[in-house]
């Protein structure tokens, strides 16, 4: 666990750590360095009491559930692959907003595979989501894990479809894919370790209240 004065919010690089930044300065926090130029994983603040950490996007949970970070921002899609055990979710951020689809070739009958109820074979990054959306269609599939690149599988043969993010459908679009369905709206939360908010409650509620003044209050949890 950091130490109790200190504040740690994990943050990955790129789009999470750019739409996080004016959170952060709404919460009067500036931080110092900038990651896409610099090579150091510790970032200071403007607040002596608050550092940034860098992590994988998909380590941002596992940092926070075992106290690496108190706190950390991550994608609901990634959060429910990891599971929230230890994690307490008190605000959706609405930033890094997309969703999560199935895509096919357009040369793909897709409606016509799940009526007759042939056993797709499914590549994705996703596949906790994946697997619960197709057991509540009823629809059988192989589930093939991928960590990146889901699109090249439908046009190499590796798989009939697959579960992956959409935001512009720019990507689907130049590989010649088609969204065919749409399992859920994501965008990205709050996460904070359960024993950081009783040992750092004052810091910790202080930048809460700050994000969720940021975002509109209607994000807030029960
Ligand atoms: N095109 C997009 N538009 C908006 N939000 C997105 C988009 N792609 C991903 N996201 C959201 O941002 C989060 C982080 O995505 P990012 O691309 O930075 O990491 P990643 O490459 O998926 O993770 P890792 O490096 O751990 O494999 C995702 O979990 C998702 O919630
Ligand atoms: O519908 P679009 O607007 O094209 O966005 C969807 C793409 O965005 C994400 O990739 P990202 O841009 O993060 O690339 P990366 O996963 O390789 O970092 C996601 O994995 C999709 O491939």
Do not use: W
Not at 91 to 96: E, G, H, K, P, S
Not at 110 to 127: E, F, I, N
Not at 189 to 199: G, T
Request: net charge positive; with cysteine.
């Amino acid at each position: 666990m950091s130490s109790t004065a200190a504040i740690t919010l994990a943050l990955s690089k790129g789009r999470i750590f750019d739409e996080t930044l004016p959170l952060l300065r709404a919460a009067g926090i500036e931080v110092l360095e900038d990651p896409e130029t610099s090579r150091k994983l510790i970032l200071a603040t403007s607040q002596p009491d608050v550092r940034v950490v860098l992590v994988r996007a998909t380590d941002v949970p596992t940092y926070v559930q075992y106290g690496g970070a108190d706190l950390g921002v991550t994608g609901l899609d990634t959060l429910i692959e990891h599971g929230s055990q230890g994690l307490y979710q008190p605000l959706d951020l609405a930033i890094a907003r997309c969703r999560v689809s199935v895509a096919v070739r357009q040369d793909f009958d897709y409606a016509s595979a799940v009526r007759q109820g042939s056993r797709l074979r499914v590549a994705t990054k996703y596949v906790s989501i994946a697997r619960e959306f197709f057991a509540a269609k009823g629809v059988h599939v192989d589930l093939i894990k991928l960590y990146g690149s889901m699109e090249l599988a439908p046009l190499t043969g590796l798989a009939d479809a697959i579960v992956d993010l959409v935001s512009t459908g720019s990507t689907l679009r130049a590989n010649q894919l088609v969204e065919v369905e749409r399992i859920m709206d994501i965008s990205s939360r709050l996460v904070v370790n359960q024993a950081s908010l009783k040992l750092k409650r004052v810091p910790i509620r202080r930048l809460i209240d700050a994000f969720a003044g940021a975002t509109g209050s209607g994000n807030r949890a029960p």
